[in-house]
């Protein structure tokens, strides 16, 4: 049974940085996608970054394309998100998923991915 684990998380102003971490186990095969998404209070569950282990691609939801940065340890068993120049409308609990395949027209589907963290929080304040 997979397992994830979020941590990272916090309070902060607009225009500082965060890290989220998701430590993954049980996953069973050695390739697979690793995503972040986020849902905020009141709105849809929405996907943020994914990378795909077998290819090394990753994909990003315009909103944060060149402030939040995916990426995986060597052993893959940890997924990371470098989120820089935060926003308010940044605000949300973010969830690290795995699902077995991913690319441009299905990693923001929360639907697609059948693994979930709990989540952690991040509030960005003005």
């Known amino acids: 049974q997979v397992r994830l684990v979020e941590s990272g998380g916090g309070s902060v102003q607009a225009g500082e940085s965060l890290k989220l971490s998701c430590v993954q186990s049980?996953?069973?095969?050695?390739?697979?996608?690793m995503a972040w998404f986020r849902q905020a209070p009141g709105k849809e569950r929405e996907g943020v970054a994914a990378?795909?282990?077998?290819?090394?691609?990753?994909y990003y939801a315009d909103s944060v394309k060149g402030r939040f940065a995916i990426s995986q340890d060597n052993d893959k068993l940890t997924l990371y998100l470098q989120m820089d120049s935060l926003k308010p409308e940044d605000t949300a609990m973010y969830y690290c998923?795995?699902?077995?395949?991913?690319?441009?027209?299905?990693?923001?589907?929360?639907?697609?991915?059948?693994?979930w963290g709990q989540g952690t929080q991040v509030t960005v304040s003005a």
């Open positions: 998923a795995t699902a077995r395949l991913c690319d441009m027209s299905t990693y923001s589907r929360p639907s697609y991915f059948s693994s």
């Open positions: 049980g996953y069973p095969y050695s390739r697979g996608c």
């Open positions: 990378i795909y282990t077998g290819s090394g691609s990753t």
